[in-house]
C-alpha cells in the first residue's frame, strides 16, 4: 500500500469514529423496530379467508410475500400466507385478521434495530467518503506502480460499500415492513347426531359382514397361491401311486409259485 493510500486510511477510520459518536441516539429520530407475528385461526372457509386476508393486507399497502393453498381431504382445506404490512397499520391489520374466525395460537415479536440501522447508515457515509479519497488519489497518482495499488484498493472499498448498502435495503425493508405469518384451517366437520358414538345393531352386523368378505377374500388369496403347488403334488402322487402299483403286478407275477401236492 502507498504513503498516500495508507494516510487515507488514517484519515477516514478517524472521520468515521467521530461521525458515530456524533449519530443521533436511537430515540432521537425514531425507533426502527422489526416486528413479527405468527397467528393460527380456524374459519369456516379456507379459501374465502384467505381471499378476506389478501384484500385487507393490500388495502393497507401491504403485499402477500406467499401464498399456498392445500386440499386436507374431500371436504377441507387448509392456507398458510406470508403477509408483509405497514408498520402503521400493522395492528389494524392483525385485529382484522385475528377477527376472521377462532384463534387457535398467537405470538408476536418485536426487535429493536436502531442501533444497528444507525450504525449502517454512519458506516455507508464513512465509505462513500472513502471512495471519493481513492478516487482523488488515482487522479493524482503519476507512477503506474500507484495507480494498480489504488485501483485494487478502490475495488475492495466498493464492495465493502456494496455490501453496506445491501444491509441498510434489508433493515429498510423489514423495519418499513412487518411480516405476519397466517394459517388458516377448517374445523372438523359436526356429527350429525351425537348418539351416533354408541355402536348399534346394524353397525355390529356390518362388521361382521365386512370382517367376513375379509377372511373370505383372503382364503380365495391363499387358496390361489398355492394352487400350482397342490396341482403339482397332486400330479407327483399320481405318478408315484401309478409306478407302485406296476411295481407290485411286476413282484407278484415273478413270485415262484407253490408245486403240487402228489
Known sequence: MTPCARTSRKREG??????????????????HVIRTTELSVEVESASKAAAAAR?????????????????????????????????????????????SGKVLSRSSN????????????????????????????MEKAEKLSDVVTLEGELSSRQADLESLLAQQASLKDRTSLATVTLDLTEPDAPRTNGKDDDPGFLDALGGGWDAFVTMFRWIAVALGASAPFLVTAALALVVWRTVRARRTARTAAEAPRPEAEP
Open 55 to 99: 384484500s385487507t393486507v393490500e388495502a393497507s399497502g401491504g403485499l402477500v410475500a406467499t401464498e399456498t393453498t392445500e386440499r386436507i381431504d374431500d371436504r377441507h382445506e387448509a392456507s398458510h400466507l406470508v403477509l408483509r404490512v405497514p408498520q402503521d397499520r400493522y395492528q389494524e391489520v392483525l385485529g382484522r385478521l385475528a377477527g
Open 14 to 31: 478517524a472521520k468515521g469514529a467521530e461521525q458515530r459518536q456524533k449519530a443521533p441516539k436511537p430515540g432521537a429520530a425514531g425507533a
Open 110 to 137: 418485536a426487535k429493536d434495530v436502531t442501533d444497528q440501522v444507525v450504525d449502517v447508515e454512519s458506516r455507508i457515509a464513512t465509505q462513500r467518503a472513502s471512495v471519493a479519497r481513492v478516487r482523488e488519489l
